[in-house]
Structure formats: C-alpha cells, structure tokens
C-alpha cells in the first residue's frame, strides 16, 4: 500500500516563485535565500527586508508587482501551520529540569 505524503512547499519557495512568475529573478534569488523569512533570520531584520521588497515591488508600478506587493502584506506569503509545525518538529529537545 502507497502512502499519499503532502509535500510543503516552504514560504521563501513560494515567495521566490511568485516573484519569477513575474519577471524578478534578481529578487526571486534573495527570496530562496531565505532572507524574507524570520525564521530564518532575525525578525527585525526580515521585517525590514520585506517592508523594502514591497517598497520596491510598489516602485515598479505594474499590476503584477503591486498585487504581489499586496498578497505579501496580506501575509499569503507568511509560513504556513504545516510549515511551522514542521520547522519545530525539526528543533533538538530541549530537558526541562524539574
């Protein structure tokens, strides 16, 4: 018997794809770095990395890049429960100490 798996395609993929469907290799590169996600770098400076993607994404005025610009603000491109769920089941235990 095959066992269906679901495979989850991760926020940073999803955000890079998005970003080349429209023409932006350059920053669909930095995209799959990981560079827009806070777990994957701190928080500050991945909201300041996005908050300047949509800056840029918004500068080029087209309807692509302003929708994109949106979905991104909306979150449509933030990790999903699955994503979370998977990237903490990956984390090493930790003992608590009673």
Known sequence: MKIATRM???AKNRLAN???EI?????AKK???GIYN????SLDDAINYTAQLTFELG???????????EDIIAG???MTVEEMQEYFNQLPSVPIES
């Open 8 to 10: 989850i395609v991760s």
């Open 18 to 20: 998005a970003l080349r």
């Open 23 to 27: 023409g932006l290799e350059e920053l």
């Open 31 to 33: 995209a799959d770095t």
């Open 38 to 41: 806070e777990f994957e770098i």
């Open 59 to 69: 500068k080029l005025n087209t309807e692509e890049s302003c929708k994109l610009a």
């Open 76 to 78: 449509k491109y933030e």
